[in-house]
């Protein structure tokens, strides 16, 4: 066992040395790159997400109703006016996770102040994702607890005419409900929360993901000094 770690302690600096002097940069340089990298991706889509339509209208991460709810979408046409329903809390769900997104920085800046040269190194020669996976490594946990009581909030936050999601949902939970001892179907709860604070997050980490490849692979999103300087060895 404590020949494995060495062998492998010799093996991570052997890389971060061999980085060092292929590239010509400082380790200093790697981990300032990095964190611009980060900065800029987040900062973009933290911007992006948290505006109208940031969810709803981006296929990639528009948030559906619960699984559990597929046995509503499957009925849809014992309930009347259903098909409206189910629009509007779809809608109302993704408007709540788009006034939820911006609680996510903060957080995020922390995370990258925090990383350490071994992280830089290592993110550096990663895959295409491997920044966004420190990112989620270091943030969700945390990100979960602020974005949770934020999400419930903004469920709950007056919407369309003084309804909020959590109010249309409940209302289309109704109806089905209702009708479903009649088709021999089971009841749904109405809990939304956690559902959508967890695909709220999925959706986050998505676009930050997309973020990254793009400064890693597209010299035009490399819009500083520093990113063009550390990521031009990428296209090596």
């Known amino acids: 066992m404590k020949k494995s770690l060495h062998f492998l302690l010799i093996a991570l600096l052997f890389t971060a040395y061999s980085c060092k002097e292929d590239s010509g940069l400082s380790e200093a340089e790697v981990v300032d790159g990095l964190k611009t990298a980060l900065n800029v991706g987040t900062d973009s889509t933290v911007k992006n997400v948290s505006t109208t339509d940031g969810y709803y209208g981006d296929k990639l991460i528009k948030i559906l109703l619960p699984p559990e709810a597929d046995v509503i979408i499957d009925n849809i046409s014992y309930v009347p006016g259903g098909t409206q329903m189910v629009d509007n809390v779809i809608k109302g769900i993704n408007r709540s996770a788009e006034d939820a ?3 996510a920085k903060p957080i995020f800046v922390d995370a990258v102040t925090n990383l350490t040269i071994t992280d830089g190194m290592n993110i550096l020669k990663g ?3 491997a920044a966004t996976q420190y990112l989620k490594a270091n943030t969700y ?7 949770k ?5 903004s469920l709950s936050k007056p919407l369309f005419k003084s309804t909020s999601a959590k109010d249309l949902y409940k ?7 209702s009708i479903a001892p009649f088709i021999g179907k089971p009841n749904v709860n109405y809990d939304l929360t956690d559902f959508v ?10 676009k930050v993901a997309a973020e990254e490849s793009k400064i ?9 000094d520093i990113l063009r300087k550390v990521f031009s060895t990428l296209d090596k």
Do not use: H, I, S, W
């Open 171 to 177: 209302t289309l939970v109704d109806a089905y409900n």
């Open 141 to 147: 946990t945390q990100l979960k607890g602020v974005f």
């Open 216 to 224: 890693r692979k597209d010299p035009l999103a490399r819009v500083t």
């Open 149 to 153: 009581p934020k999400m419930d909030a």
């Open 101 to 103: 997104a911006k609680e």
């Open 127 to 129: 895959a295409d994702d």
């Open 197 to 206: 604070t967890g695909k709220g997050l999925d959706g986050l980490f998505t």
